[in-house]
C-alpha cells in the first residue's frame, strides 16, 4: 500500500475522568457501509506514594489503602506484595463507582 487509498479521520477526545469509553464511526456512501469500533480507556496519572510504619516489634499495625473504580467496570485487582513482614489479600473486588479499602499489614518479627 503507498497510502493513496487511505483517508485520514481526525477524532478528538476529551475524556472528563479515568474510565473505559466506547464509540461507534459508520461511514456509509450510496454502496458501501463500514462501522469502526473504538475503545479507549484512560487511567489517571500515576502518583507516588510512601507509607511509614511504626510499632513495636511482633505488633501488628494495619493501613487501609483505599481504591476508588471510577470506570464503568467492575475491578478484580491481583496484589503482589514484596518485602518481609508485609501481609495483605492476594485478590481484591473494587465495584464500579465504590471505593474498596485494601488492609496492607506490616507485622514486624524484629526491630527493623
Do not use: M
Not at 4 to 27: M, N, W
Not at 44 to 54: I, S
Not at 78 to 96: K, M, R, S
Amino acid at each position: 500500500l503507498d497510502g493513496s487509498d487511505t483517508v485520514e479521520l481526525p477524532i478528538k477526545f476529551t475524556p472528563r475522568d479515568a474510565g473505559c469509553y466506547h464509540c461507534q464511526i459508520r461511514l456509509k456512501s450510496s454502496c458501501d457501509v463500514r462501522v469502526y469500533e473504538i475503545e479507549c480507556v484512560v487511567n489517571k496519572d500515576q502518583v507516588d506514594a510512601e507509607l511509614e510504619f511504626l510499632t513495636p516489634a511482633y505488633q501488628p499495625v494495619i493501613q487501609n489503602i483505599p481504591i476508588s473504580n471510577t470506570s464503568g467496570e467492575d475491578w478484580q485487582l491481583e496484589a503482589t506484595l514484596e518485602g518481609q513482614d508485609f501481609y495483605g489479600p492476594p485478590v481484591i473486588n473494587v465495584a464500579t463507582g465504590e471505593t474498596a479499602l485494601y488492609p496492607l499489614t506490616f507485622n514486624p518479627v524484629a526491630e527493623c
